[in-house]
């Protein structure tokens, strides 16, 4: 149980193409979902929160006119990275949990090559 | 605040032997999670093993358990037996209002 779907795995476009990645739990509710960054050999950079229904709360230093992040239904998180940019370039990883008290479950990540 | 600190950016281990990555924590709130991920090559998180705050009980999983000191604010993996496959990083986490990890620890096996 407990499985995050998270497409597409790997993205090459064009700078200046906007990217939109998708986050699913197929057999739970997510009450909470979660979006990182991670670079490589680093822990995972936290970009924003979202609760289903509200906005995301995103952490400081994160735009969030370029990470644009929808929660549109308690198994559903997308994330569209507007405009991107070499710098974008990274693995996003989303996460979902069914509670306060519960287990992050994570995606598979996406790695996004901006060229 | 909520701090999770992981000392020990890189361990190594004989296969079949057994190995502690430490990780050190400090939260203002009484009812807290704990976790340990798992992290391979595919870049895949792994829940290995999870610790609720109130329990006194170290979490066993198989060849993982912990060492949960609450007064200490210690919460440290032990992987008896390791394989091949334990190899990756490894991420400490805590989750109370929100979810913190530490900065991971590289685990390598040596056959």
């Known amino acids: 149980g407990a499985v995050v779907s998270q497409h597409p795995s790997r993205v090459i476009c064009k700078s200046g193409t906007s990217v939109k990645i998708e986050c699913r739990s197929l057999d739970f509710q997510a009450t909470t979902m979660f979006w990182y960054r991670q670079f490589p050999k680093q822990s995972l950079m936290l970009m924003a929160t979202?609760?289903?229904?509200?906005?995301?709360?995103?952490e400081q230093g994160v735009e969030k006119d370029k990470f644009l992040i929808n929660h549109a239904s308690l198994t559903l998180s997308t994330l569209t990275v507007t405009s991107a940019h070499p710098e974008d370039s990274s693995f996003y990883i989303c996460?979902?949990?069914?509670?306060?008290?519960?287990?992050?479950?994570f995606g598979d990540g996406t790695r996004l090559s901006i060229l | 605040a909520q701090t999770v600190t992981q000392s020990q950016p890189e361990m190594s281990v004989q296969e079949a032997e057994t190995v502690t990555l430490s990780c050190t924590y400090d939260t203002s709130e009484s009812d807290y999670y704990l976790f340990w991920y798992k992290q391979p090559p595919s870049r895949q998180m792994i829940l290995v093993i999870r610790q609720e705050a109130y329990k006194q009980q170290n979490a066993t999983e198989n060849r993982f358990s912990v060492n949960f000191q609450k007064a200490a604010k210690s919460f440290s993996l032990k992987i008896s037996d390791s394989q091949l496959g334990d190899a990756a990083m490894y991420f400490c986490a805590l989750t109370g209002n929100q979810f913190y990890f530490g900065t991971g620890t590289s685990l390598t096996v040596i056959p």
């Open positions: 996460s979902a949990r069914a509670g306060k008290r519960q287990p992050q479950h």
């Open positions: 979202s609760n289903e229904g509200s906005k995301a709360t995103y």
